[in-house]
């Protein structure tokens, strides 16, 4: 017995088949696969954070739009020392805003993962806003994006805190993470000096080059105009004995920035000025 099918079906069938090959994905553009590796962190960085809800961030009045999930008031913005630097040359280009009355707000994107994750320890637990964006050429190395950084950080420091009138000047800080322990002092006197002594073990923690550890806090200093003192007590990791200095120059910096009541305003110098020399 012979089945005849009606055209109108056979018409609709080829139809659909086609319609399934016009939907077939073009094969991936293999160039992508050729950028560096940091390149292409970089980018899929700034790209998953444009899909996501940010951690936060600051409008240009320097409203912070998100503090933890929950919105902040305007008060606290108001009363806010921000400082706010652009940085470019002819091997990066660096945009830093950072709020020393913040909540702890990061929002870091320098194209050096390490850097980032230090950065955020900054802003986690000195209770500052720090918003980085950085790009350099990293194909060479992370040294140049690494300085740029720290030397527009130590400026946004220093804009923010302004003549220094009723801070605490002074901040000490000892913080532990596992085995490693790190005790950092500082004072934002307007004189920059580092006294640095860490004992790294390994030459790289991931990516990152460990020489570029105090390289950032030498950078920081020049500009900001503190004395820091770092001392390595305990530890053998790598990654906690940075770690846990970023931890500690955070809270010392907290320490440091907070207004002392007692003082009404006044600058904390028997010479009457804080400037960096």
Known sequence: MELSVPARLVHLSISSTSSRRLLVKPKTNLSRKLLPIATQYCS???RMNSLTTPRASLNPDGDSKHNNGSASTSSAVDSGRIGEVKRV???????VKINVDGSGVADSSTCIPFLDHMLDQL???GLFDVHVRATGDIHIDDHHTNEDVALAIGTALLQALGDRKGINRFGDFTAPLDEALIHVSLDLSGRPHLNYDLQ??????GTYDTQLVEHFFQSLVN????TLHIRQLAGKNSHHIIEATFKAFARALRQATEYDPRRRGTIPSSKGVLLRS
Not at 223 to 226: A, D, F, I, K, V
Request: charged residues 15%; positive net charge; without cysteine.
């Open 44 to 46: 899929s960085t700034r």
């Open 89 to 95: 040359t002819k091997e990066t280009n660096v945009s």
């Open 223 to 226: 500009t900001s105009g503190m």
């Open 200 to 205: 790294i073990p390994t030459q790289r923690v």
């Open 123 to 125: 802003a986690s637990h």
